[in-house]
């Protein structure tokens, strides 16, 4: 049986089919959630409620991952990975199933949050699935979920951009054609869960040895001022991210086509510089690659609103996603390197927790702006926190680990 397990590993890419299982669900969720990423603000604009209130839908989902969390966290740790992911794909399909298949406002804000009190189950349980199935190829297995997070929603944002205006000349109305596609994409989402069910058995951790002491009172020093960074990160992130769709439609008068063009052509740049960008990290050091990419990220980020042009402000676009992509994969590499092995899904809990934080804030204030028409102030903001990001990490670290690297070489 190990024999056949090792030649079957060396069959499908070099993974094992554990991990070749764990992408599947990855690729389904991501695939699908580009179906409704691409269209759901215009979605909600389309039946009428204000872009206030579409910051208030999209904050809930951020606001309510920060409650649950650590509670998470927690959970993950005492019943395994496996059953943890299983638990949070199949409720969080079905909550995005719940919330883009009716037009009760309620209902949808309802759908937000229970997305939101699952979906940090996503990047909590990533870090330990990962360690408990891929034994010592960590960084390969990292980059390879981060591709085809990318590669699977740029396809996802492609169909979603592109089906809508499809599908209308069959239904009613423009809202019913972005419902239609999008109950496909919650659908793929659900379905996401099939492949987990195959995963090997994980027996979780000695539960004795659990405690709530890495999360709160016995937190880490270096959670903590990665906690901070990730919080800058967020904010920086979701106000262009969560209204990029919006910009293009209003503020460029482009198309929805051209948005979902630019978010599959997207995914090219972001793949060479992940793929690329370790080697340029074993010479230079992931932090201070990742620091490098914050910076062109905050003027990318300024271009995007600098612009009225769709093809020059999409290009600015597709190179600050790259940049992200890039650094935040070197910096999730080295949060997980300095931290305890008592503390690591800790600190993979409050990244999310302060990321998450600067996403709500984002969301909420973002569609107060769009209310406003103030589109270039997303890209301000965005920027000015994207060079906190680059900032702050060299003030932590430049002494114990970026100076120290300089004297090393």
Do not use: C
Request: hydrophobic share 50%; glycine share 10%; aromatic share 12%.
């Amino acid at each position: 049986m190990a024999g056949r397990d090792t030649a079957q590993q060396n069959k499908i890419l070099g993974f094992n089919s554990n991990i070749i299982y764990f992408l599947s669900m990855v690729a389904l969720s991501s695939f699908g959630l580009g179906f409704i990423e691409a269209g759901f603000n215009l979605y909600i604009l389309s039946m009428g409620m204000s872009p206030d209130m579409l910051g208030v839908i999209l904050s809930l989902k951020p606001f309510a991952m920060v409650l649950t969390a650590i509670p998470i966290g927690f959970i993950a740790e005492k019943i395994g990975s496996k059953r943890s992911l299983i638990l949070v794909n199949t409720i969080v399909g079905l909550a995005h199933l719940l919330r883009v298949s009716t037009p009760n406002q309620t209902v949808i804000m309802a759908g937000s949050i229970l997305i939101g009190i699952l979906q940090p189950g996503y990047f909590i349980v990533q870090m330990p699935l990962i360690k408990r199935y891929s034994g010592e190829n960590m960084d390969r297995e990292f980059a390879a979920a981060m591709l085809v997070v990318y590669a699977a929603g740029a396809l996802g944002n492609l169909a979603g951009g592109f089906l809508p205006e499809m599908v209308s000349p069959l239904v009613a109305n423009a809202t019913i054609a972005f419902r239609a596609v999008m109950i496909i994409g919650a659908l793929l989402i659900t379905a996401g869960t099939i492949p987990l069910a195959l995963l090997k058995k994980d027996k979780p951790a000695d539960t004795r040895k659990i405690s709530l002491s890495p999360y709160l009172s016995g937190i880490d020093r270096n959670t903590v001022k990665s906690a901070i960074v990730e919080f800058f990160l967020g904010l920086g992130f979701g106000f262009l991210m969560y209204f990029m769709n919006i910009i293009f439609v209003y503020y460029y008068g482009s198309t929805l086509e051209a948005y979902g063009t630019m978010s599959a052509v997207m995914v090219i740049p972001i793949v060479l510089f992940i793929l690329f960008g370790p080697k340029v990290a074993e010479k230079l050091g992931g932090l201070r690659v990742s620091i490098y990419t914050r910076i062109v990220g905050t003027l990318t980020a300024a271009l995007v609103v600098l612009t009225r042009n769709p093809w020059i402000g999409g290009a600015a676009y597709i190179l600050y996603r790259a940049m992200l992509g890039l650094g935040n994969s070197l910096w999730l590499s080295f949060a997980s390197a300095i931290s305890t092995e008592r503390s690591r899904t800790a600190t993979s809990t409050w990244l999310e927790i302060t990321f998450q934080i600067g996403f709500g804030i984002a969301a909420l204030y973002g569609g107060h702006l769009v209310g406003m028409n103030a589109y270039p102030a997303l890209g301000w903001i965005s920027a000015g926190a994207m060079a906190l990001t680059g900032l702050l990490p060299y003030l932590f670290y430049r002494r114990e680990y970026l100076q120290k690297a300089d004297k090393a070489a």
